[in-house]
């Protein structure tokens, strides 16, 4: 990578999730000066970012808390903010929907009211998602495709993804929002149904565990690798003019599938003994499928996911046996 960047700051908030972690290691590669928002918990959650303490600068914040985004970017003064930070768990919005919308919507323009005030000439990427298709209009998905959210996530997504369409509007600031589709890897949260399933399949392989309990099998979901659609977040802020862009594969598996292939990774042919439906884990409203269309990504970023599904299953699944046996220190 060229080090064109060498001294840029940029604002990560939501540093120590899957894609923080994974932003940051790219942007220090570049040369950044990396800031992360990390809110105060009773327990420190800095396992992903371990690796990468002393190389970036952790800011107290929160975004319920205007000040402290204010704060924040006093100290930090970005050239460019990432604003990945989200009550990001679909099921979990359907239990707490206000949390939800204060954070993952309302948070949001906090973000983009502090950015006004204190740092107007940086640029702002906004994680949007494609769980705002919901219940899709027509696929595969891309820019120009109407919203249907299906879920208080997918609702705050959508208020926040117009909330920095109006503060590009309004004020002339450079906010984009990259409209991701769901990208997994070893650092995934293991409420998601991804890491879920490559976790739960290593347990069974190495007979710490008998079953995996799992919600709807039959819903599709276009997979792609997290390290991949993090570089696409900052070339979205490399762009000439802000926008808006999908970043997705463009294929789509059920997370049948996604079982099926993980078991056989282990030499399981038959997954069907382990795996138990629980209504515990279903939605009140699914979202049946989505499949993405980042062809304008591809045409003006030069940008494509290159590991598709049988990859990442491997990959996922290799790292928690390396995980659970205590042959790696850490989420590859
Ligand atoms: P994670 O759930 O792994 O990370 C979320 C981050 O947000 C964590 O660092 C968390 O901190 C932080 N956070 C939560 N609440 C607050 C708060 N009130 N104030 C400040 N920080 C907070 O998500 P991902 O890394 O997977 O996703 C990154 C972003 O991209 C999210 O906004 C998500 O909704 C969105 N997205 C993700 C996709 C995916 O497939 N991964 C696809 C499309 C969009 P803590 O560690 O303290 O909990
Ligand atoms: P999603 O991811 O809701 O798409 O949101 P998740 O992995 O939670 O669910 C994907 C699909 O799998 C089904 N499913 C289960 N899901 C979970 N978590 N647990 C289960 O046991 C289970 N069984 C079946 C779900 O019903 C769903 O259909 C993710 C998040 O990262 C969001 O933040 C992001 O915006 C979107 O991806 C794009």
Request: with cysteine; glycine share 8%; net charge neutral.
């Amino acid at each position: 990578m060229g080090t064109s960047f060498e001294g840029r700051r940029a604002l990560v908030t939501g540093i120590t999730g899957q894609d923080g972690s994974y932003l940051a290691e790219q942007l220090l590669e570049r040369g950044y000066r990396v800031y992360g928002l990390v809110r105060r918990l009773s327990t420190p959650n800095t396992q992903n970012i371990a690796h990468l303490l002393d190389r970036v600068v952790l800011l107290d914040g929160d975004l319920h808390d205007a000040a402290s985004l204010d704060t924040a970017l006093r100290a930090s003064e970005p050239e460019e903010i990432y604003n990945l930070a989200a009550q990001s768990f679909v099921g979990v919005s359907f239990n707490q929907p206000v949390v939800t919308g204060e954070v993952t919507g309302l948070g949001v323009v906090r973000l983009l009211e502090a950015m006004r005030a204190r740092a107007d000439k940086a640029r702002f990427y906004q994680a949007a998602s494609s769980e705002m298709f919901g219940k899709v209009k027509r696929s595969p998905q891309d820019e120009t495709t109407e919203f249907h959210p299906r879920s208080p996530y997918g609702v705050a997504k959508t208020y926040a993804y117009w909330a920095c369409v109006n503060y590009r509007e309004s004020y002339g600031l450079f906010v984009s929002n990259g409209i991701l589709f769901n990208h997994e890897s070893p650092r995934r949260g293991r409420e998601f149904v991804t890491r879920k399933i490559s976790d739960g399949v290593a347990r069974i392989k190495l007979g710490l565990a008998s079953k995996l309990k799992l919600g709807t099998l039959t819903t599709h979901r276009d997979w792609g690798y997290a390290p991949e659609y993090v570089d696409l977040m900052w070339r979205i802020l490399q762009a000439p003019v802000p926008s808006d862009f999908v970043g997705a594969t463009g294929e789509m598996h059920s997370v049948e599938e996604f079982v099926e292939l993980a078991f056989r990774h282990v030499g399981i042919e038959d997954w069907r003994p382990y795996v138990e439906e629980d209504p515990r884990f279903k939605r009140p409203a699914e979202v049946d499928l989505l499949c993405g269309d980042a062809k304008k990504a591809k045409l003006e970023l030069g940008w494509e996911a290159k590991v598709k599904v049988p990859e990442l299953v491997k990959l996922m699944v290799d790292n928690d046996l390396a995980l659970l046996r205590g042959s790696a220190p850490r989420a590859a």
